[in-house]
């Protein structure tokens, strides 16, 4: 797909993602995670990004290292999503980090319980290099993951 039309969709997927101001109070007391990754598209294979454990792991461990999470289910859910496009010999990716809880709620006018999504952290970065550089995605998804663990560390010291 080219780099044009998948363009505002990246950028619009990290607008939500600047501003950090704040999101550190609201990770006090989380001590559980499951990780989630979005299965890679073409563009991303062909950008040199061939299989999710390597940015599952690039989001693991800084979290492992700082931080007292425990990894399972029933906690927060980490989710990390790369969108990728190639326009001849340069890749674009966008690298979503969004920690997210999810709690059962009862509306007044009705008995049955949904469930919410409540977003405790957004993090993400735009990047762009040559074709094949899918270390560069994981370490900046290492560095976004960092950050989530120093936040981390300021709510629960």
Same mark, same amino acid.
């Given at each position: 797909m080219?780099?044009?039309s998948? *363009?505002p969709?990246?950028l619009?997927?990290?607008i939500?993602?600047?501003? &950090?101001?704040?999101w550190e109070?609201?990770l006090?007391g989380?001590?559980?995670a499951?990780?989630?990754v979005e299965?890679?598209d073409?563009d991303s294979? &062909?950008?040199?990004?061939y299989?999710?454990?390597? *940015?599952l792991?690039?989001a693991r *461990?800084p979290?492992r290292a ?9 906690g927060v ?9 190639r326009q001849?010999? &340069?890749c ?6 969004? $920690?997210?809880?999810?709690?059962s709620? &009862?509306?007044?006018?009705n008995k049955v319980?949904?469930?919410q999504e $409540?977003?405790?952290?957004?993090g993400?970065?735009l990047?762009?290099?040559?074709i094949?550089?899918?270390k560069r995605?994981?370490d ?9 663990a ?7 010291p």
């Open positions: 080219k780099l044009v998948r *363009l969709l990246m619009t997927a990290l939500g993602c600047s501003g &950090q101001t704040g109070m609201r006090e989380v001590s559980l499951e990780f989630m299965p890679l073409a294979n &062909q950008c040199g990004l299989a999710v454990e390597p *940015l792991t690039a *461990l979290i700082y931080t007292k999470i425990r990894e399972g289910k029933g859910v980490i989710f990390l999503n790369v969108l990728s496009a001849t010999l &340069q674009v990716h966008s690298i979503s980090f969004t $920690v997210t809880a999810y709690h709620i &009862q509306l007044p006018h319980a949904h469930l $409540v977003v405790l952290r957004r993400g970065k990047i762009s290099g040559s094949g550089d899918g995605v994981t900046s998804l290492e560095i976004i993951a960092k950050r989530f120093a936040d981390w560390l300021l709510a629960n």
